[in-house]
């Protein structure tokens, strides 16, 4: 079975705080790899894409480990305004057909 | 704009009705899928089509139908087969090859 493990947290930090996140995937040949946040009832909007080994943008770094099958998002100086359910997304199926989503991390920043 | 329309944001459904939700895209993607969202949980694939006139069941297909009649357009039924159909909906689509999916705002359904 196909298989996206998040652990759903939450995660309770200080402004200003690093904290990492990681999801693991059972499908070895999956190809493609996202991070979506998601708001309180909201849709799902893409965060970054994770590429090769990795992806940086800003304060959030994304990292892909083939090996041990995980990749994990990084948040620097974490806001307010970060405080969200944050999804990863994993694809399988021919041509990356579709995603498997994990259940989400839930993070709250408080000041 | 560009983007992904879903509507209505909110739905109501009575016992034994079927019920549609619309989804429209004018960014020109080849793919479209539908998910659901139940509270506390992940995303899970009901349909998805990579072509007109071709789509593809998912994960929990059971009590719900869709068409591909234009590109733009991928509108999901709610069949009264489907006995819990309470849940947030939200259809995406994808560019080809590996791109992301974008979303749309999604539709709220519950049971009257």
């Known amino acids: 079975r196909k298989e996206v493990e998040q652990d759903p947290g939450p995660f309770n930090v200080p402004e200003g705080a690093t904290v990492a996140f990681n999801c693991t995937y059972s499908n070895s040949a999956s190809q493609s790899f996202f991070w979506y946040r998601q708001d309180c009832r909201k849709e799902p909007k893409l965060l970054m894409s994770v590429y090769s080994s990795g992806n940086e943008d800003g304060r959030f770094t994304a990292q892909l480990n083939r090996a041990s099958q995980y990749i994990s998002l990084l948040i620097r100086d974490s806001k307010l305004s970060d405080s969200a359910t944050y999804l990863c997304a994993v694809n399988y199926g021919q041509a990356g057909t579709a995603l498997i989503f994990g259940k989400g991390t839930t993070l709250s920043v408080s000041s | 704009d560009g983007g992904i329309t879903q509507s209505p944001k909110y739905l109501f459904r009575k016992e034994g009705q079927n019920v549609t939700l619309s989804c429209e895209q004018n960014?020109?993607?080849?793919?479209m899928y539908w998910y659901r969202q139940d509270p506390g949980q992940g995303l899970r694939l009901i349909y998805y089509?990579?072509?007109?006139?071709?789509?593809q069941k998912g994960d929990i297909a059971e009590g719900y139908s869709v068409s591909r009649e234009k590109k733009e357009s991928f509108p999901l039924t709610v069949t009264s087969a489907q006995k819990n159909p309470t849940a947030f909906y939200l259809c995406a689509s994808r560019d080809f090859g590996n791109q992301p999916q974008h979303f749309g705002d999604g539709t709220r359904l519950s049971i009257l």
């Open positions: 960014l020109n993607h080849d793919a």
């Open positions: 089509s990579q072509i007109v006139n071709d789509f």
